[in-house]
C-alpha cells in the first residue's frame, strides 16, 4: 500500500490462527522516540515524532524492557507512574551520547520511592554507569540532586553477550559508532526484536571493523522478526557525514536482507528530516526491494505507535 507506515494496523501475515491471535503476542514494541541525535519538534515532524530515541519491548507477561533514555521516555515514565503497579523495568542504554539519555532526570518513576530499575550498559573508558548518570544531573546541569532520587536503581555493567530473565534473553554486540556502543536484541519463544539506533555499517574505522564484525553482526540478527535500525542518512548526504556513526537507508536494507530479517523499522532520523522526506524515502526503498523480489517488510519508525510481534509458526 502507498505510503502505509502504521504497522500496527498491519494484520499479521504470519499465519496465526483467530485463536491465538486473541491472546497478546510475545512481544510489543513501542516507540516513544524515534529521531537522532537533538529533539526535533514541529508540524514537519509530527508524524514519525520529534522525541530522541527511546523504545519499550513489553512481554506476554507484560514486563516492560526499555532501550534507551531518550526524551521519549518522559512520555513512557508518565505512562508508567500512571500505573498502580511499582514499576519495576530494565533499561538498556545503547550508550551515553545525549540523545540516548537526556530523557533520564524527567522519567517520573525516578521519583517513586517503590521504583526499582536496573540500568545495563557498557562502562565508557574508566566511568561507570552510576558515575556518568550523577555527572548528567549534577548541579551545573540540572535542578534536582541525583542523590535525592527516590528509586532503587542497580546497574549492570555489560561486556557483550547475552543476559536472561524469566524465560526472556537481552543480548549485546559491540556496533560501530564513537564511544562504546551496544546493539540489543530481546528474544523470547517465538519472536525477536533488535534496536541497533546507532551504527555506522559501511565506511570510517572503529575499535569493532571488518568481515568478522559484519559477520557477526550479520548472526546476531539472523532471523529476528523486527529490527529497529539506524537510518540517518540518505546514500547522497553519506560522503559529507562519514565518521559520525550512522548509516544509510540502503545499507541497513542490505543488512536486514542479509540477515533475513523479517522487517525493518528505520529508526534514529535525521533532525531535518521532514515526515514527506521519510514517506518519500520509504516508497523509493520499498520500490526497490520489491523490484528484487525481496520479502523484506519496511516501514519507518513512528512515535507512539505498538508494534505487534507475532509468534512464529516455522
Ligand atoms: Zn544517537
Ligand atoms: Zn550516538
Partial sequence: ??????????????????????????????????????????????RFGGNTSCLEVRTREDRCYIFDAGTGIRVLGNRLAQNPQPTDVDLFVTHFH?????GIPFFAPLHAEDTYIRIHAARQGDLDIETLLKGQMGPVYFPVPYATLAARLSFEHLTGGAW???????????????????????????????????????????????????????????????L????????????????WGH???????????????????????????????????????????????STLDLGVAAEGEEVMVQERTS
Fill in 164 to 226: 536472561h530473565d524469566n524465560g526472556i534473553e537481552v543480548a549485546a554486540y559491540r556496533v560501530r559508532h564513537p564511544a562504546h556502543t551496544y546493539g540489543y536484541r530481546i528474544r523470547t519463544t517465538g519472536a525477536s526484536v533488535a534496536y541497533i539506533p546507532d551504527n555506522e555499517l559501511v565506511g570510517a574505522r572503529y575499535p569493532v571493523d571488518g568481515p568478522a564484525w559484519y559477520e557477526g553482526l550479520v548472526d546476531f540478527l539472523a532471523d529476528v522478526d523486527v
Fill in 1 to 46: 500500500m502507498h505510503g502505509d507506515v502504521n504497522p500496527s494496523a498491519v494484520p499479521s501475515a504470519k499465519g496465526n490462527t483467530p485463536s491465538r491471535a486473541e491472546a497478546p503476542p510475545p512481544l510489543r514494541a513501542t516507540c516513544w522516540g524515534t529521531r537522532g541525535s537533538i529533539p526535533s519538534p514541529g508540524p514537519t515532524t509530527a
Fill in 247 to 293: 548509516s544509510t537507508f540502503n545499507q541497513a536494507v542490505a543488512l536486514a536482507e542479509d540477515a533475513g530479517v523479517k522487517r525493518l523499522f528505520f529508526f534514529h532520523h535525521a533532525p531535518e528530516r521532514t515526515d514527506a522526506d521519510l514517506l518519500r524515502i520509504l516508497d523509493e526503498v520499498r520500490a526497490d526491494v520489491e523490484r528484487r523480489g
Fill in 98 to 102: 545525549w540523545d540516548h539519555i537526556q
Fill in 228 to 243: 529497529f535500525h539506524d537510518a540517518m542518512f540518505t546514500d547522497e548526504e553519506y560522503p559529507e557525514v562519514e565518521g
